[in-house]
């Protein structure tokens, strides 16, 4: 029997959508390469060396875990670690498009990747990373690694050898022979028990602050920092 042109063209298109729905729909791959360079705007506060923790916990082993469950990372929200989610292409996807509205609370304030190939990317990164195989991620120079120096290279103008305090002003003795003189309120008293922190017993000043107007020194252990200052007026 001859089928009408009108009806046969129906039983098609009939036809071809049946065969779409039955058919798994293709998702677009990362590329880890390029998600390795899109990862740099993370690296400031996220190491990917396994237990390096920065301002946010190591992502060197998340693919397919439980969201905070580091056990070495300390400071994990109460918002993601009652989230109850496993990173993967879909959670990460929705995790980097926008933090705050995947687990309100979080204390991550990242605004988020809003190009979906660039979260794409970045997961494609992370599960290479997992996996041992991710390309690498590109560094800084002077010993930067994952967005932290390695205090241990510091060179002699950032080599601490004396701190004395007079009223309201720190001198500030590095290994090439300057002394600097810095507001009291201008410098922080930091420290660093990680493996790119000082030695011990040996501090290093860090500069911050658009005009050079701000200091860090970085201590091994909050112990060594009273004992390091001394009162002297000349």
């Known amino acids: 029997m001859r089928v009408p042109g009108p009806l046969r063209r129906g039983v098609n298109v009939a036809f071809t959508l049946g065969l779409m729905a039955l058919t798994p ?14 990862f740099q705007q993370c690296a400031a506060c996220h190491s990917v060396t396994p237990s390096e923790h920065l301002t946010g916990p190591s992502l060197a082993h998340i693919w397919n875990r439980r969201a905070a469950s580091a056990e070495d990372f300390r400071r994990y929200s109460d918002a993601l670690k009652s989230a109850n989610v496993i990173w993967d292409e879909a959670t990460l996807d929705k995790w980097l498009a ?110 911050a602050g658009m005009q050079g107007d701000r200091a860090s020194i970085v201590f091994a252990s909050p112990k060594e920092i009273s004992g390091f200052i001394k009162q002297s007026c000349p």
């Open 98 to 207: 926008n933090p705050e509205r995947f687990a309100p609370g979080t204390s991550m304030t990242f605004a988020g990747l809003k190009a979906p190939k660039d979260r794409a990317d970045v997961a494609a990164y992370l599960k290479a990373v997992a996996e041992n195989s991710a390309p690498p991620a590109g560094r800084g120079d002077m010993g930067m690694r994952g967005g932290k120096a390695d205090l241990r290279k510091a060179p002699p103008d950032a080599q601490v050898k004396a701190l004395s305090h007079c009223g309201d002003t720190y001198t500030v003795e590095t290994a090439d022979g300057k002394k600097n003189k810095v507001w009291e309120f201008n410098l922080r008293l930091k420290t660093d028990s990680s493996k790119l922190g000082p030695l011990p017993g040996n501090p290093v000043v860090v500069g």
């Open 25 to 38: 729909v293709a998702t677009a791959a990362g590329d880890a390469t390029r998600g390795a360079g899109v």
